[in-house]
Each structure stands twice: as structure tokens, then as C-alpha cells.
């Protein structure tokens, strides 16, 4: 009786509280279809690693050896690059070069929020890591968690994850604050520009050696994204492009969400630690899309053709989810209105500039 009994009495109200985060993220997966595919794992991950004396956790726990050989070898968000590149089509970037700019100052948020997570406290690497939740990029996330802060990967995963689902939510109150019904009623013409399949197949190329030349330690990511994409784009690799963009990434994004969950156990989430993370993390969205609309709104006091500073806001990695955000805002206030192509473009070169600034960060902080 008392072996049947040994779980119960050990169940804490820690155990407790984090069963019921583990459900809540179930409920929001399915009944909102908040990131279904990553939340619905992570929650029966929390709820698999807070069960007292789980046989999942441990040296031959499934879920310790998932860990230990998918996100403490970066395995996973490397294999997970690789499956998005195979979504990606650059062909908007490429049509318009000049929305690399905004992929580059939507990740201001990351920058901004190291700055205020040293200032609360936190050492300059949990900082770091914490930051690059502004990135909206889940794989770098758990990247440059990994490397620096390793106890903080479950909040910060989480974080990241569940903000870019939020993304409809959090990006419009900011960016009507900072622009004007004018100004959100822009019209930009479509390029016309023509992009030749050649040059579809050197860009990720030439991406990769010129990232890596400036950014060594961004080879890992932008070369697993830009390999992806090479698979998508060389025409004669039809087969792996699809198992790429399918059954890989479904198999690895299901890995990879039940394996975070079980970093997500009471002893290591429920601090004020978290709290501030999941603040900070929300900080960092709002910082990043402020950055893109006023980068494009000092852009538009020198051009003579203007740029709608919501594409601006386009410029973080959520893709597409930002980009359709976009569209949906600018027909709402004129339903003649189509600016989709630009804030994909804008969108992709986030995806870009995410990985660099993780780049960045890894190379610069000590």
C-alpha cells in the first residue's frame, strides 16, 4: 500500500500548481489554437516531468535522454532551421532589398531588454538569453538559452513561444499608439522586379558565407536555415523539400515541445524569476515593434515615396503571423489598401536578422 501511496505523498503544491500550467497550455492549444503544435507538447511535457518520482525525468527517463541529446547538443533548433528555410520563399526580400533594414530594426527589443534585465539584476548571460526572446524566434531562443543560461530554458522557451501566438494580440495596440490613421493608410506599390531562379539559389549561399564571415557563430543557424532553403529552391530536390517542410518538422517541433516541458518543474519555474522573464518577455515584443514603425517613420522624413510604418513592425520573425497582421490592419482602415508583399518581405528579413542577433549576442557578451 505504501508503494501505491509513495506518489501521492510525495506530490507538492509546487507539483500541483505546475500540473495545472501544464493543462492550462493544453487548453489555450486547443481551444485557441494559441501555437497548438509547440504548447500542446510543452503542457503534457510539465505534466509528464511533476509527477513525483516520474519515471520520465532521471538517467533513463525518455525525457532526460531527449534533453541531453536534442537541446543540450542544439540538435533540435538546428533541425528545426532546417525544416523552416524549406518553408521560406525570399522571393519578396528579393524583389524589394530594402526591407532587410527593417528585419535588422525590429530586433531592437533584444538589445533594449538585455539593458533592462542587467538593471533588475540579472547576470549579463541570463540577460543575454532572456533578451532574445525579442527575437520571436523560438529555436534561437532555446539556442542562446542553452549555451548561457541553461536553468532558464523552460521560462524562457515558453516565453517565446507563447508571445509569438500573441502576436495579433500585442502588436496592434502598440502600433496604432505610434502612428497615425494617415500613416497606417499608406500605399506601396508592388515591385515588379522579376527574380531569375539563379539567383534564388546563390542567395542562401552568399547568405551564409557573408553572415558567417562577420558572424562566426551564426554559421550553426544560418547555415541549417539557409540549407533548408537551398533544398526548397534548387528544383531538383523536390522529394527532400517536402519531407523537410513535413515530416521533419512535425517530427522534431513534437520532440522538441514535450522535451522543454519537462524542463518546467516547480523547483526551477515557480520563482520570481519567472514572473520577471515572462515580463521581460513581453517587453522585448513591444520594444521590437516600436523599433521597426519608428525606423520607418525617420526613413519616411527622406524619401519621397513613403513607406507605411506598420511594415516596420513586420520586421520580427513571427512569420507570417506578423505579416498577416499587418495586411489585416491596413485594410481595415482602407480596404484598398494591400501591402501583404512588403510585410513579408519585411517579415523573412526578421527571420534573418533573429538569427543574427542571437549571432551577436553568443559573440559579444564575455
Not at 304 to 317: E, F, L, Q, R, T
Not at 330 to 346: R, S, T, Y
Request: overall charge neutral.
Amino acid at each position: 500500500m505504501e508503494q501505491l501511496l509513495q506518489g501521492l505523498m510525495a506530490m507538492t503544491w509546487g507539483n500541483v500548481v505546475m500540473i495545472l500550467v501544464g493543462g492550462l497550455l493544453i487548453y489555450l492549444a486547443i481551444r485557441h489554437e494559441y501555437e497548438p503544435m509547440l504548447l500542446l507538447p510543452i503542457g503534457f511535457g510539465a505534466i509528464l516531468a511533476n509527477i513525483p518520482l516520474s519515471s520520465a525525468l532521471g538517467p533513463e527517463g525518455f525525457l532526460s535522454i531527449l534533453y541531453d541529446a536534442g537541446i543540450k547538443t542544439e540538435l533540435f533548433p538546428i533541425l528545426i532551421f532546417i525544416a523552416v528555410g524549406a518553408m521560406i520563399d525570399f522571393g519578396p526580400l528579393l524583389e524589394q532589398p530594402v526591407m532587410m533594414f527593417f528585419g535588422a530594426a525590429a530586433q531592437f527589443g533584444v538589445f533594449a531588454t538585455i539593458v533592462v534585465a542587467t538593471l533588475l539584476g540579472f547576470p549579463i548571460k541570463e540577460a543575454a538569453s532572456i533578451g532574445i526572446i525579442g527575437a520571436a524566434d523560438g529555436p534561437t531562443s532555446i539556442y542562446v538559452a542553452t549555451k548561457f543560461a541553461e536553468r532558464l530554458v523552460g521560462p524562457i522557451t515558453v516565453a517565446a513561444y507563447s508571445y509569438m501566438s500573441l502576436v495579433p494580440i500585442i502588436q496592434p495596440p502598440v502600433i496604432r499608439a505610434l502612428t497615425s490613421k494617415e500613416e497606417r493608410c499608406i500605399h506601396m506599390e508592388p515591385s515588379a522586379v522579376p527574380i531569375s531562379k539563379t539567383v534564388k539559389i546563390i542567395f542562401p549561399i552568399a547568405l551564409t558565407l557573408i553572415a558567417g564571415i562577420i558572424a562566426p557563430m551564426s554559421v550553426g543557424l544560418v547555415g541549417s536555415l539557409m540549407f533548408g532553403n537551398l533544398i526548397r529552391e534548387c528544383g531538383v530536390l523536390d522529394r527532400l523539400s517536402k519531407a523537410a517542410q513535413n515530416e521533419l518538422s512535425n517530427l522534431v517541433t513534437l520532440l522538441l515541445g514535450i522535451t522543454i516541458g519537462s524542463t518546467m518543474t516547480a523547483d526551477k519555474f515557480l520563482t520570481p524569476e519567472t514572473l520577471m522573464i515572462i515580463g521581460l518577455g513581453l517587453a522585448a515584443f513591444i520594444f521590437d515593434t516600436a523599433g521597426g514603425v519608428i525606423f520607418a517613420k525617420i526613413l519616411n522624413l527622406f524619401l519621397k515615396k513613403k513607406i507605411n510604418p506598420m511594415v516596420g513592425a513586420a520586421g520580427i520573425s513571427a512569420f507570417p503571423m506578423s505579416a498577416r497582421v499587418i495586411q489585416r490592419m491596413a485594410q481595415k482602415e482602407d480596404p484598398g489598401n494591400f501591402i501583404l508583399m512588403q510585410a513579408v518581405g519585411a517579415n523573412v528579413a526578421g527571420q534573418i536578422g533573429s538569427i543574427i542577433a542571437g549571432a551577436m549576442v553568443l559573440a559579444l557578451v564575455p
